[in-house]
T-cell receptor
């Protein structure tokens, strides 16, 4: 099993450009999420999804869109890139246990994004 | 603001010593999880403790949870240089929210 796969690993964007970060998992996990990690800030939740067709905002959703058309894929779209979105982005998936809990999260290796 | 705050932010110890990291959080939770991150890599799950549990062990790891104080601690016993990493707590409700992390440096 590949686990959680993120592409690309590195990306440089110009201010105002748009792009999509890809995330795919092969563990049939219902819960998927996107985080950004900045120096000294830990991981901050951008958006998450509890299943296909369902998404919700996290702590820092502004400037990002998501959709969940399949269980396997959870792409993150930057609508108009800004230097403040320079960060390392992580995708994660996990299996829900009941309505408001999840088991361990599996993480991708991250996408390092620079906006100039 | 982030749910979890960890203390200390950085910790340096010698091999063989114990390392203790603390996590405080703000709201009721279903479980609390600890993760490890080596520099430049993704996070790896270490241990999960449910809200009705007070203590849990896994190898050299010991986790405690005090829901009345909204706090948890991670103890790594007999540390090794290979334990050098950042450690994060994460609180689980309908989503998983991470703390700010503790950077652990273990010197040989």
């Amino acid at each position: 099993n590949a686990g959680v796969t993120q592409t690309p690993k590195f990306q440089v964007l110009k201010t105002g450009q748009s792009m999509t970060l890809q995330c795919a998992q092969d563990m049939n996990h219902e819960y998927m999420s996107w985080y950004r990690q900045d120096p000294g800030m830990g991981l901050r939740l951008i958006h998450y999804s509890v299943g296909a067709g369902i998404t919700d905002q996290g702590e820092v959703p502004n400037g990002y869109n998501v959709s969940r058309s399949t269980t396997e894929d959870f792409p993150l779209r930057l609508l108009s890139a800004a230097p403040s979105q320079t960060s390392v982005y992580f995708c994660a998936s996990s299996r829900p246990v009941g309505r408001f809990a999840n088991t361990e999260a599996f993480f991708g290796q991250g996408t390092r994004l620079t906006v100039v | 603001s982030q749910q979890g705050e960890e203390d200390p932010q950085a910790l340096s110890i010698q091999e063989g010593e114990n390392a203790t990291m603390n996590c405080s959080y703000k709201t009721s939770i279903n479980n609390l999880q600890w993760y490890r991150q080596n520099s430049g890599r993704g996070l790896v799950h270490l241990i999960l403790i449910r809200s009705n549990e007070r203590e849990k062990h896994s190898g050299r790891l010991r986790v405690t949870l005090d829901t009345s104080k909204k706090s948890s601690s991670l103890l790594i016993t007999a540390s090794r240089a290979a334990d050098t990493a950042s450690y994060f707590c994460a609180t689980n409700t309908d989503k998983l929210i991470f703390g700010t992390g503790t950077r652990l440096q273990v010197f040989p």
